[in-house]
């Protein structure tokens, strides 16, 4: 009995230990908060320099972000942002401590972090807050996919840890697509809030929000999601950053959430963002169009940034990446290569969705790029980059030399078709050749879609004006040296080589429709191999 009464007090002893360590380290954290605004009042740089910590991330109020160095460098704003602060809420989970409220009209909120006993400022982020009618905003609930980040986001996890809240959030934005109030309210802590820069919400009022919606039954798909990072303190706490397109439209915004475990369950402490003021606003991702549009938009934005890990999320396994030197690259050597898109700022996209198949085309002056992405599951995913510079010729250049024999690919094929759809599309291409050998511009036209248009080097024509073109004068098209065909129902992708008569091989990326019965080429994208021998015409 003795022994027993020993481990009772010992336990006892060890709570008290446990909880006077814990009320000693928030008192340490709330005593760091007060020397560092006592550091920006005073102007004192080298103090407050030493408050962050080495890996210090902060989001200033257009939505950038910004390092210690110039946190440091523009102390001054720092200081004129922190006078007044009010509404202030701390809270403390073990490692991680908080700051919220308010200060020079902005919402703001500080994270410190605890390392070998020396509290640290890790993260901040200031956000304007000009709020919007509740009404307005619930409205716009509505039902969407949610790949990303529901099912998948651009971050691998480190740690079990990182794992297990990257789960927890997700399992979150998917009951917000499909709306069970009570499901969600076990995720997120009684001090919640969500703050953006037209809401300010605390979890009752979310919680009313997510009753209501389950009661109409819809949800709201979550904010894509564009770059993710998650930091962990202990075992209890952690923080996470994240970079997301509005799924209902407009800027991008950065966020900043502090996560924290208890009774075994991850849950959501606080979550604010705020919109970048700089970036472009998007639009509206509503239909599959939108969808692999904004899709397009993180993978071209991933690989400019040479952020292969991002990239690797949106590239189909059997991707190719042809420039406009015709140099051609597989998936592989692209998430290693990283390389140069021609410069299409400013240029409108254009969608046209098949199916499980959608073709995306952007021009500038004479750049062009098409990208072809293919739909696997639920998830969008590029299978051709290809981009054309044209340089069309003189109007007084003498024509090239006509060829009249067209054994290839007008009666033969270096390939055999995998299937009905394919051999019944290649059918149809062969006669497209054999009308073009013919000058037959009407027979053609059967056999390309309305929507056409073929962009080459030295030429840019719609449907009609190929028509004109083969209807003047015959010749044989180049021969098939190979192609891959990628079926989908409906729709076929064709990457192929065409070796000419004369002259450089040529890269091609084509996509062939079924409709109305009849397989029809759809686009057609020709890039000569710059870096190929030529070929001298046989005499």
């Known amino acids: 009995m003795r022994t027993v009464f020993k481990i009772i007090a010992l336990g006892i ?14 008192q340490e954290a709330w005593a760091a908060d007060t020397a560092f605004l006592s550091a920006l009042a005073s102007g004192d740089s080298k103090t407050a320099r030493h408050a962050l910590r ?36 701390r809270h403390f989970y073990g490692r991680l401590a908080t700051v919220r409220g308010s200060h020079n009209g902005l919402r703001f909120l500080r994270v410190w972090a605890e390392d070998d006993g020396q509290w640290r400022l890790f993260a901040t982020i200031d956000t ?49 697509l499909k709306p069970n109030a009570a499901a969600w309210a076990r995720y997120i802590g009684e001090e919640f809030m969500i703050i953006n820069n037209t809401t300010i919400r605390t979890r009752p009022e979310r919680v009313v929000i997510a009753q209501r919606q389950e009661a109409s039954g819809v949800g709201t798909p979550g904010d894509p999601i564009l770059s993710m990072s998650i930091h962990d303190f202990g075992p209890t706490s952690a923080v996470m950053f994240s970079k997301h397109f509005p799924v209902r439209g407009g800027k991008p915004y950065n966020n900043l959430r502090v996560w924290a475990l208890r009774d075994g369950r991850w849950q959501l402490a606080i979550s604010q963002q705020s919109e970048i003021a700089a970036a472009p606003a998007m639009a509206a991702v509503v239909g599959e169009d939108n969808l692999v549009k904004q899709a397009d938009q993180i993978l071209l934005a991933a690989i400019a940034k040479t952020d292969a890990h991002q990239a690797r999320d949106y590239l189909d396994r059997n ?94 094929l270096p390939f055999k078709p995998k299937n009905a759809d394919e051999l019944a599309a290649m059918q149809s291409w062969q006669a497209l050749e054999t009308a073009v050998t013919a000058g037959n511009g009407e027979e053609w036209a059967r056999h390309a879609a309305d929507e056409f248009v073929v962009v080459g080097n030295a030429r840019v024509q719609t449907k009609e004006q190929r028509r004109a073109v083969v209807s003047k004068a015959g010749s044989a098209p180049a021969p098939l040296a190979w192609a891959k065909l990628y079926d989908f129902p409906g729709a076929i992708v064709m990457v192929c080589e065409h070796q000419p008569h004369s002259g450089k091989p040529t890269r091609v ?4 429709i079924k409709r109305d019965g009849t397989w029809q080429m759809a686009i057609s994208y020709q890039t000569t191999i710059q870096a190929a021998p030529g070929k001298t015409a046989a005499r």
């Not at 409205?139 to 996890?157: H, L, M, W």
């Not at 990326?509 to 062939?512: A, E, G, I, T, Y």
């Open 128 to 176: 304007p807050v000009v709020p919007r009618e509740r009404a307005s905003i619930e409205a716009q609930s509505g039902t969407g996919d949610c790949e990303n980040p529901c099912r998948t986001v651009p971050y691998k996890p480190r740690t079990a840890i990182d794992k297990a809240i990257l789960r927890t959030w997700q399992d979150t934005k998917m009951i917000e």
């Open 54 to 89: 080495a890996e210090f991330s902060g989001i200033a109020r257009d939505g950038a972000l910004y390092n210690r160095t110039k946190a440091v460098a523009d102390i001054a704003t720092l200081a004129a942002n922190a006078k007044d602060e009010r509404d202030i809420q």
């Open 509 to 512: 990326s084509r996509v062939w």
């Open 13 to 26: 002893a060890l709570a008290i230990s446990a909880h006077t360590i814990a009320i000693a380290g928030e």
């Open 319 to 412: 991707f190719t990446w042809t420039d406009a030197q015709g140099q051609t690259q597989g998936r592989s050597e692209v998430l290693h290569a990283r390389p140069a898109a021609l410069d299409l700022a400013g240029a409108d996209t254009k969608v046209r969705l098949y199916g499980q198949v959608a073709v995306l085309t952007s021009s500038r002056d004479n750049s062009y790029a098409m990208r072809i992405w293919v739909k696997r599951g639920k998830a969008w995913r590029a299978l051709v980059y290809h981009e054309v510079a044209v340089t069309p010729p003189p109007a007084n250049a003498p024509a090239g030399a006509r060829e009249t024999n067209c054994e290839n690919p007008c009666k033969t």
